[in-house]
């Protein structure tokens, strides 16, 4: 310790040496050959040094970057050492000589390490030809991938104006409709709306339930709910009622729809309410179930199947036994087995495949198309272990696709031999870009003329206006566009129901027109409207003279048989005075006459007041209602609950029409509901009066109503209509009847 004491207490200490001129016999050429080189040598290792640093502050993420400082470092301290041997042919510092020659040693042996350590990863990393020649081909691979997405975006852009077609074809044969998770409609098709008869204004943003026909059982309700919110396609039958109150049955087939957002549920369906009207008279009921089951199958990362479901079993032939513990590339072909190693590529990054489609083959070597759906399974610490694939055989969809694809050749034919007339039009210019022969010959128009014409050209000049706004303003395809008239080439004009979808002809977005003439039709209709109109007027003058020999009648009993009956009832009492003490059998009998006469009194007064109550004609129709429900319930002991107030009515006709409406629905009450409680309303609103008669029985199915029911029923609604108001009915078994009825003011 004390020798290491005195060597760094006498570090800079000379004095014990002398210079190195001083020691042996040194020329001048010999020592200064010496001094220089050792100057040349110290000023190399200082520059090396100073460049690596310099480097290294440009470029930080250099790699190696430890073994650059060391390097630089121990170069400095040979500078040094070189430095201190010029010097000591001046001033021999050997102690300070010596410290730095040990810590060079020492630095050197690190750097030793280090470069042991690091050299062989310095020369795996690639070359400037290596990393030039892998740059170039990355910039071919980018080439190549844009040149993919150019094709990719072509492609797309074909499928979907293929599916544009694909869905006309589909309104054109099938109802479709879409609802929301609540069961609200979002969108119908022309088909739904004339099965339905609703308008698409008048069911859109409404519940399903408007269309409900009281027929399916709550099991029903809940099992097609259910498969829907499980992510599964329900196939069924469904009966629903229109808006006129008739009803119809779809065969409905309602999927799930795919997306981001809320669930939706798209019901495609065909009306067989006539099928099922034939099956009834026949007592012939035909189920047709399909059903179609997805393959649910689970492998390991090595390929091993480890389970296989029923689906998987129909799809591929293979049962469970001879499929699992076997490589999944059984049922992949050679040509696509590459398919697998990117599946599994994907899935260890965590990432889902969604509708996949590709081709599988089945135990007898045929390909089967499938979509696949491929998910990463995960144990309990998150470690992807297995490869879960759900798959739905679409082989029918794809050979179904590439017949509609074989079909686009038979169109031009189909177009031109179609017996409706056809045409195209431009979208913009509204110009024909082609018709049919059946338009050249129903329209009178040559070939010719219709190609120098426009739609505006066939149109009433009333017309044209009305069509530009409805042309511009209607986008969504396809489409009914109504009834529009249409002129002809000899000045005719014509009824037609058009029809409309998008296509792309003569490489322009164009419109594709569907004519049917309706002229008769509409004609017919014109002429059914004003029949109608015709017997109901004769029917309301019927109504209205009825009503006034019933008040005839009212009166002529009241005022003459009942004041006859009256003065003979005062003579009788008379007779009875006079023969009570002379003959008291001829009292009796007279007293029995007498009890007859008040009997038959009040008799003719019961039937003067069904006839025409006078309460009616005096008090009005509240007073007269709340007197017949009286009446009522101490007839039948059924209570009524009135909540009547005072209404202004436009007519006499219609305070009548309104208590006898009111007089039915308490009769049908007592002959038919079983009830125990009536509820009576009578408001006005808005210049609407309201009626409402609800009570608590047992109901019917408004879809098996008996004649007699119907006839007073039929009655009431006639009575309603009369008045320009309105009559509802909404019953079920089990759960009552109510009647509504609106007249306006």
């Not at 125990?676 to 109901?699: C, F, M, P, Q, W």
Request: proline share 2%; aromatic share 10%.
């Amino acid at each position: 310790m004390d020798q290491l004491y005195y060597f760094f207490a006498n570090l800079f200490d000379s004095s014990s040496w002398t210079p190195r001129w001083l020691s042996g016999r040194w020329d001048n050429l010999t020592g200064w050959l010496y001094i220089i080189s050792d100057l040349a040598v110290a000023a190399a290792y200082i520059s090396i040094p100073i460049f690596i640093l310099k480097y290294i502050r440009r470029k930080k993420s250099a790699q190696f970057i430890r073994l650059y400082y060391l390097f630089a470092a121990f170069l400095l301290c040979c500078s040094f050492t070189y430095l201190l041997s010029a010097y000591a042919f001046w001033n021999p510092l050997y102690r300070l000589s010596a410290l730095l020659r040990f810590i060079t040693g020492f630095l050197s042996w690190i750097a030793v390490y280090y470069i042991v350590k690091y050299l062989p990863l310095a020369f795996s990393l690639p070359s400037l030809d290596e990393l030039k020649y892998e740059i170039d081909q990355r910039k071919k691979a980018e080439e190549e991938v844009l040149e993919l997405n150019l094709l990719l975006d072509k492609k797309v852009a074909a499928r979907t104006l293929e599916l544009s077609q694909y869905r006309y074809a589909l309104d054109e044969s099938s109802m479709v409709a879409i609802t929301d998770e609540d069961g609200k409609f979002i969108y119908v098709n022309e088909n739904f709306c004339r099965s339905s008869k609703y308008a698409t204004a008048e069911i859109i943003g409404r519940n399903y339930g408007k269309l409900n026909a009281g027929f399916h059982t709550a099991d029903f309700e809940k099992e097609l709910w259910n498969t829907l919110h499980a992510g599964r396609i329900w196939k069924g039958e469904i009966k629903s009622r229109a808006k006129d109150g008739s009803y119809f049955w779809m065969d409905a087939t309602v999927v799930p729809l795919v997306n981001d957002g809320p669930a939706e549920y798209m019901a495609i369906s065909r009306d067989i309410t006539e099928r099922k009207e034939i099956e009834a008279q026949k007592g012939l009921y035909e189920m047709i179930i399909s059903s179609s089951e997805d393959g649910i199958i689970s492998k390991s990362l090595q390929g091993v199947i480890v389970s296989w479901n029923k689906g998987a079993e129909n799809i591929f032939g293979y049962s469970s036994k001879e499929a699992i513990g076997k490589n999944i590339t059984m049922i992949i072909p050679d040509d696509l087995l590459f398919e697998e190693e990117m599946i599994i590529q994907k899935i260890l990054k965590g990432q889902h495949i969604k509708h996949y489609d590709t081709i599988r083959k089945s135990k007898g070597g045929s390909n089967v198309f499938v979509s696949l759906t491929v998910s990463p399974i995960v144990d309990n610490d998150g470690v992807i272990i297995g490869v879960s694939k759900i798959v739905r055989n679409i082989t029918e969809k794809k050979i179904a696709e590439r017949r509609i694809l074989a079909s686009e050749i038979k169109y031009r034919a189909l177009f031109e031999h179609n017996p409706m007339p056809m045409w195209l039009l431009d979208n913009e210019t509204l110009k024909f870009l082609d018709v049919n022969e059946a338009a050249i010959k129903h329209y009178g128009y040559s070939r010719q003329d219709f190609l120098s014409m426009t739609a505006m050209d066939i149109r009433p000049p009333e017309d044209r206006s009305k069509f530009t706004e409805f042309w511009h303003n209607n986008n969504k395809y396809p489409y009914s566009a109504g009834i529009w008239r249409h002129l002809k080439k000899d000045g005719t004009i014509i009824n037609a129901e058009v029809f409309v979808d998008e296509t792309i002809a003569e490489n322009k977005v164009s419109r594709l027109i569907l004519i049917y003439d309706v002229t008769e039709k509409v004609k017919a209709e014109k002429e059914m409207i004003a029949l109608t109109g015709q017997l109901r007027d004769l029917a309301s003058h019927l109504q209205h003279i009825r009503e006034e020999e019933r008040a005839f009648m009212a009166r002529e009993i009241h005022d003459e048989l009942g004041q006859q009956l009256t003065a003979l009832k005062m003579d009788v009492s008379w007779l009875m005075k006079k023969t009570l003490e002379k003959d008291l059998i001829t009292y009796q009998k007279l007293q029995a006459i007498s009890d007859m006469l008040g009997n038959t009194i009040n008799t003719v007064r019961k039937i003067s007041s069904e006839l025409r109550p006078s309460i009616l004609d005096d008090l009005g129709l509240k007073e007269a209602m709340e007197w017949h429900g009286n009446l009522f319930q101490t007839k039948t002991g059924i209570k009524i609950n009135f909540n009547l107030s005072p209404v202004s009515l436009p007519k006499n006709d219609a305070a009548i029409a309104l208590f006898r409406i009111f007089q039915e629905s308490l009769t049908n009450v007592a002959r038919h509901a079983n009830a125990t409680l009536v509820d009576v309303s009578l408001s006005e609103t808005n210049g609407v009066i309201r009626l409402a008669v609800s009570d608590n029985g047992k109901g019917f199915d408004l879809g098996n109503r008996s004649h007699k029911q119907t006839l007073g029923l039929l009655g009431m609604k006639e009575r309603a209509i009369m008045l320009s108001g309105t009559f509802d009915i909404d019953s079920a078994s089990g759960k009552g009847t109510k009647v509504k009825i609106e007249i306006p003011v």
